[in-house]
């Protein structure tokens, strides 16, 4: 199965700076690749710094370790590399803010896939997602670590209470921000024909999940993708960052 | 603390602090907030506050029809199970028409951060 994979962060329609990082790994063969996408947050400059340190700790941590699995490692394997990516993420975050004044609240999400012939090995902390798009459906394979989401499961509100929640943008967990980053983890088979997704919180709260598919296929290319999905971000006045990385496969 | 506040033509002629756990809205004056009015159910509406199970310090309110006549409205909707409250959220009892202000609400950071 051959990949393409592309990948854009844009600061949006409102926010002066960009704390969302987005990083991709193809290998030469096109058949494995690795997607990162992390929203950070914390302050004025703490955000940037915060999603900066985990992409650069997973690369480091598992960037290489993944590229010299087998094709037919066990998952177990496979969430053993992804779990040192986010414990030297969280690691590194913690150590910074312990050191540096101003720098003291900040956390990112983390949000990464490893895609290894049809599998795809899915880990998160926080409310960056991942969707695997067919046909015309977009389907999310994360749960948000967010104080909105326990509610949403308890039934103390509905989806269309989720825009007027004051506090919908409260993460119950963050790398940097816990004792042990243990991701949440998933593995998904993937079709001919599918893509998968990951995305900031920009994405989702300016462009209507039902839409993306549309859009996906109706490009040639996931570069263009990823250009016309911040488009439609923007157009509706993306008031947050929004980041994208897409991986299609043929 | 957040209030019930009773419009009329959007003038306030009345304000009712949420300050129990539950305040009882209805015609018979055994209510916490009584209100003469035809339209008005014996039993109407309940309002409790509850402690946010996920987010220390904040209270949420959560609106419930007791099963009146004319119904319990949040922004001219017609409720049928329980519903979260919003700061400037306008509820109608029958014909009657208040507005839910929360001034922790309000005081809430709109942007981003995580629980420690």
């Known amino acids: ?250 | 603390m957040a209030s019930f506040s009773q419009l009329v033509d959007n003038v306030v002629v009345n304000t009712f602090e949420l300050s129990q756990p539950e305040t009882r809205i209805g015609r018979r004056p055994d209510n916490d907030i009584q209100i003469d009015e035809i339209s008005v159910s014996g039993q109407h509406a309940l309002i409790e506050a509850i402690p946010n199970a996920y987010l220390d310090g904040t209270v949420d309110y959560y609106i419930t029809d007791s099963n009146s006549t004319n119904g319990t409205f949040v922004n001219e909707l017609r409720i049928s199970g329980r519903q979260r409250l919003n700061s400037n959220d306008v509820v109608r009892i029958g014909w009657n028409e208040f507005r839910f202000i929360d001034e922790e609400e309000q005081a809430l950071e709109k942007t981003a951060y995580i629980l420690d």
């Open chain 1, 1 to 250: 199965m051959g990949y393409q994979v592309a990948g854009q962060s844009h600061t949006g329609a409102v926010r002066k700076s960009n704390q969302d990082v987005v990083e991709w790994q193809l290998s030469e063969a096109a058949d494995r690749a690795l997607l990162v996408v992390a929203d950070g947050m914390g302050g004025h400059q703490g955000g940037e710094v915060a999603s900066r340190l985990a992409v650069d700790a997973v690369l480091d941590a598992a960037g290489e370790a993944l590229t010299c699995m087998p094709p037919d490692a066990p998952d177990h394997e496979i969430r053993k590399i992804l779990d040192r990516g986010f414990a030297l993420a969280n690691d590194r975050i913690k150590a910074r803010r312990a050191e540096e004044p101003g720098l003291e609240k900040m956390g990112t999400t983390l949000v990464l896939a490893w895609v290894s012939g049809s599998r795809a090995h899915i880990a998160h902390i926080g409310d960056s997602r991942c969707y695997r798009l067919r046909k015309q459906q977009a389907v999310c394979l994360t749960r948000d670590d967010t104080v909105v989401q326990n509610m949403l499961e308890d039934g103390s509100i509905t989806l269309a209470d989720v825009p007027h929640v004051p506090f919908r943008n409260v993460l119950t967990r963050a790398v940097g921000s816990v004792e042990e980053a243990a991701p949440s983890h998933r593995t998904e088979i993937l079709e001919p024909g599918d893509a998968l997704l990951l995305c900031s919180d920009g994405l989702t709260d300016s462009v209507p999940e039902d839409r993306w598919p549309g859009i996906v296929h109706g490009h040639d290319g996931p570069a263009s993708a990823v250009q016309a999905l911040i488009e439609a971000g923007l157009a509706n006045g993306a008031g947050d960052n929004v980041s994208v990385v897409l991986l299609t496969l043929e």
